[in-house]
Nanobody
Framework: QVQLVESGGGLVEAGGSLRLSCAAS????????MGWFRQAPGKEREFVAR????????SYVDSVKGRFTISRDNAKNTVYLQMSSLKPEDTAVYYC????????????WGQGTQVTVSS
């Protein structure tokens, strides 16, 4: 079992920045591909970014490329999402996710953290 706890969400003005963190329990953090998803009101959950087990590979949804950066610290069992140039359309609940393979389905989810971007 892996437990994921997100933090760092909040209210920010458009153009601002936030850094989300996701702390994972257990000693097997480095065995998982980590990702971030988000769900806006009335919309389906969507992929935002993911990072390989050693941090050497990343991918992003087109809408956040150049603005968001995913990173991880395996010594701290933590994955981060640095968000810059935030837009009102980035408003959503952001979820941390862990999975065993790059293209596999998610095995574990966090509880989510709210990000609200005001215009």
């Amino acid at each position: 079992q892996v437990q994921l706890v997100e933090s760092g969400g909040g209210l920010v003005e458009a153009g601002g920045s936030l850094r989300l963190s996701c702390a994972a329990s257990g000693r097997t953090f480095s065995r998982y591909v980590m990702g971030w998803f988000r769900q806006a009101p009335g919309k389906e959950r969507e992929f935002v970014a993911r990072i390989g087990k050693t941090g050497d590979i990343t991918s992003y949804v087109d809408s956040v490329k150049g603005r968001f950066t995913i990173s991880r610290d395996n010594a701290k069992n933590t994955v981060y999402l640095q968000m810059s140039s935030l837009k009102p359309e980035d408003t959503a609940v952001y979820y941390c996710a862990a999975k065993t393979g790059w293209a596999t389905s998610t095995d574990y989810w966090g509880q989510g953290t709210q990000v609200t971007v005001s215009s």
